[in-house]
Structure formats: C-alpha cells, structure tokens
C-alpha cells in the first residue's frame, strides 16, 4: 500500500508552574525545527526564583551597599572574583538604562566564568536594582532585581527586608528548558549566600567570613 507519512502527533500538556500553553498539533518530524519556531510564543516556561533576608540596619545604609558599591561588588560578594569593568552610556549596551553615568559591568566569578550585567532600572526612592544578565547557556538571558522594603524591627529601630529575583524565560527551541531544573535547584542556595554577605557587610561594615575564605583560597590558587 502508499507508504506512511513520518509524522509526529501528540498533546503536549505542561506542569502547572509553566507558564504556557498547551498545544495539539501534528506535524511533519522533518518540519518540526521550523514549526517550534513559529510557536515560541506556546512553548515557553518562566522560571522566577525569589529569596529575601532580614538585614539590621535602615534601607539607605543597604541601598548604599547595593548601588554605591556597584562597580566594587567583589568587595563583599563571595562568588565575584573581580569587577573587570563598569560600563557607561557610551560603551555599554545600547539598550541599556544609564543611572550616574553607569549602565552595566563585567564581573568574572570564583568559578572562572564571566558574566555582563546590564541596568534595566534603578529607582533610587523605591531602593529597586534590576539588570539582565549574559554570559549563561544557551545564550539566557535572566533579569535579576534587588529590592529593599523597610521593617520595623520589635525594638521600634528601622530594618531592611532585602529580596533578590531572577527571572528568565526558557525557550523550547532554542531548548533553553533543559536548564529549568538545574538553575531551580542551584540558584536559591547562591541567592542565599549573595544575601548573607550584603547583609554582614551592611552590618559591619566589612567582608563575610565567606568573602574572606573565598579572598584567601583564590591567592592561594594564584601562587
């Protein structure tokens, strides 16, 4: 008889977290590449990882470490080896939002990778940082945010609540959705440490013991 058409056909119904819809489609396995491209707007998941920390001291004193310090940020961030360069409005991303004469950085990490933060907002009222973020797999581009909310602590003295989010949103063509479970599990406990050593250095004025350990290891490597 007529041969069969190599056709793929199936429903493809998403777990709740994923923002996207499901879609029932048939098609032709050799036209599958150019159907997900046409599609990218059902086949998208949102990953939002969200992480917060008390910090003793008013928004203004941790707005200061935040934004003041943004081109030192290696000075009290454990996983940031180096600030290798703070971008302007003439040399950054074209796109990018340009607060004090600063749009961005480069900041090369403990690990040895490279990441270019690029500003997206700064409200210096609101205490609100936001950049997106290059240099991931499969070339991901997440925003992360950094947000100050004041408390009142039970002695009546002012805190700080400080959030950090990262937002993404994971392709399926190209398949950036293979990174879902890894980042989901990896970057809570990042954000964790990140929040502890902004907190310590707001407090006191000086590096995290995880700073110092992480200071002392990378001169030891360089010997």
């Known amino acids: 008889g007529k041969r069969r058409k190599n056709s793929l056909e199936r429903t493809v119904d998403y777990p709740r977290e994923y923002s996207c819809i ?6 032709h396995r050799d036209n599958l590449k150019k159907y997900l491209q046409r599609r990218t707007i059902l086949l998208i998941m949102d990953l939002e990882v969200k992480r917060s920390i008390i910090i003793d001291k008013p928004a203004d004193v941790v707005w200061k470490v935040l934004w003041d310090e943004f081109g030192h940020a ?3 961030l454990s996983n940031v080896a180096s600030v290798n360069r703070v971008f302007t409005g003439d040399d950054g991303d074209g796109d990018a939002v340009t607060v004090d004469g600063i749009s961005g950085r480069e900041l090369s990490m403990v690990d040895g990778s490279t990441f270019t933060e690029m500003l997206v907002a700064v409200d210096k009222t609101e ?3 936001s950049y997106s973020i290059s240099g991931m797999p499969f070339g991901l581009v ?4 950094w947000t100050i909310t004041t408390v009142s602590g ?3 003295t002012n805190k700080s609540e400080l959030t950090l989010v990262d937002k993404a949103s994971l392709s399926y063509w190209p398949p950036r959705f293979v990174l879902y479970p890894v980042l989901r599990s990896m970057i809570p406990g990042v954000f964790d440490a990140m929040l502890e050593d902004v907190k310590h250095y707001a407090e006191t004025d000086t590096p995290s013991p995880a700073k110092v350990e ?3 290891k990378a001169a030891e490597n360089e010997k």
């Open 127 to 129: 205490h609100v940082l």
């Open 154 to 156: 039970d002695d009546g």
């Open 22 to 27: 499901s879609a029932s489609e048939t098609v």
């Open 214 to 216: 992480a200071t002392k």
């Open 142 to 145: 997440p925003v992360g945010t």
């Open 74 to 76: 290696d000075k009290f």
